[in-house]
């Protein structure tokens, strides 16, 4: 029995295949190592000697060395703030320079300046400077990678694929702790130069690497030049260029583009348009795509990787650094799970079981914060605070970054991805300067924070089972068609049960099984790429 048409779509998945998108994820260790620096940076003498202002000698400032709450608010979030401007920026240029271009100029290039700034500061003004300018880098990063990945991942692991990204991300958090550990008893200006200094190398190697891999050949179809989609989808499928999947593939590609146009260019108000009742428009996707990035912070994970150093000696905890350090091993070992399971039980079972898992976390550590006092508790505290980071590492973590890459369509894609990135880290923002202010000790929330987190992660569970829709499985042409047959709570029944091929008059393309000659012969790949040259 032949394959229906809607399942024949690509190649099998080879080892280069897995070489070349993982690579891509590498971008995740500058942005994880980029969040996590910071919070073992902040918690340094000698750090805290060169931007802080003096104190009387106690207990808690030993050096008579100390922040006021808005330099330590402002020294965290102002990354966010770039790099909610970066993803706006990323949008715009991804479509015209390219996806792979955005990464590795604007993005590993701007970034690169900013540490440098960093590492240069002698005061705080500078210090804010480079990591503003640091963050515009980081923004078009983690706003065009995801985009990047999803376009060229093989549909039936994409999302494990994607999910890669946050392990990396999860990487690079824990290298800024081991980092961090390592320098932080040093009373020199090395002992947080070095750190922030590192972030370069990981800048160089993600530029170079990407140099050598192809642009997404959607990018290449939305240009209109298949030539350069045909060979770009060939490497990144490991297939000849004549192959019948390439052929197969890339012309639903084009049929999903070409459907696409006859709405004309989508402008960044376009973005908006349909109404979010509609389950199929634009502003519905963009609503999802934004709601979930900023749900994903909702769920409270920032606030260990930003201030868990301080938060765990606020606590009492002697070894604060070390803890803080097994948070982000715990973060490293809980994302892998996510690789087999999103595509296992799909993507809403993660959101939507993840974010009641951490709830029930959640309410717990703030139960026991303010119940009891004692070295027992405290040991409680660390160990639903790592069961917390595991829920999300295994769910949110990678799962929030995997569906904005799937929603969008093609005209919208590029400008949505980056008004979703630009949510997280707008709320991710938002987070890092509030936070001090309503945690900080004498008169801040403390460990009684985690009600208001739990609370979130209801408000998180409830958003995805109503809003996101089940992508497992669906080439990126195919989810279009589910949201606009089914609503997102029977979305995983959905099945596709055509094409975009099928749906048009593709004789025009050359495709191979829609006869374009007057005695039915089929054409040619060559005639299919001649007319994009």
Known sequence: MSTPASQRIEAPVTFKAYLMCGFAAFAGILFGYDTGYISSVIGMEAFKIQYGHQVPVTEENPNGYAYYTWQKSLIVSILSAGTFFGALLSGYLADKIGRRTTIIGPGCGIFAIGVVVQVAAANIPGLVVGRFVAGLGVGCVSAINILYMSEIAPRKVRGAIVSGYQFAITIGI?????????????????????????????????????????????????????????????????????????????AEIVANCDYERQVGEVSWLGCFSGGITNSNSNARKVFIGTALQMMQQWTGINFIFYYNVTFFKDLGISNAFLVGMVTTIVNVAGTPFSFYAIEKFGRRALLVYGALAMCVCEFIIAGVGVSFDSSATTKVLIGFVCIYVFFFASTWGP????????????????????????????????????????????????????????????????????????????????????????????????RPRTTFIDQQDLSAYGRRSAPSTMDGAQPKMESFIEMGR
Not at 179 to 207: D, F
Not at 211 to 230: G, I, M, Q
Not at 238 to 250: A, N, V
């Open 399 to 494: 799962t929030a970054w995997v569906v904005i890459g799937e929603i969008f369509q093609l005209p919208i894609r590029s400008k949505a991805v980056a008004l979703s990135t630009a949510s997280n880290w707008f709320w991710n923002c938002i987070i890092g300067v509030i936070t001090p202010f309503i945690v900080d000790p004498p008169n801040g929330l403390g460990v009684k924070v985690f009600f208001v987190w739990g609370s979130t992660c209801l408000l998180c569970a409830l958003f995805a089972w109503i809003f996101v829709p089940e992508t497992k499985g669906l080439t990126l042409e195919q989810v279009n068609d589910m949201m606009e047959e089914t609503p997102a709570y029977t979305s995983r029944h959905w």
């Open 174 to 250: 824990m290298l800024a702790s081991c980092v961090g550990y390592a320098n932080e008893k040093y009373m020199h200006s090395g002992a947080y130069r070095i750190p922030i200094g590192i972030q370069l190398l990981w800048a160089v190697i993600l530029a170079v690497g990407l140099f050598f891999l192809p642009e997404s050949p959607r990018y290449w179809v939305k240009k209109n030049r298949l030539d350069k989609a045909t060979h770009a989808l060939a490497r990144v499928r490991g297939q000849p260029t004549d192959s019948e999947y390439i052929e197969d593939e890339l």
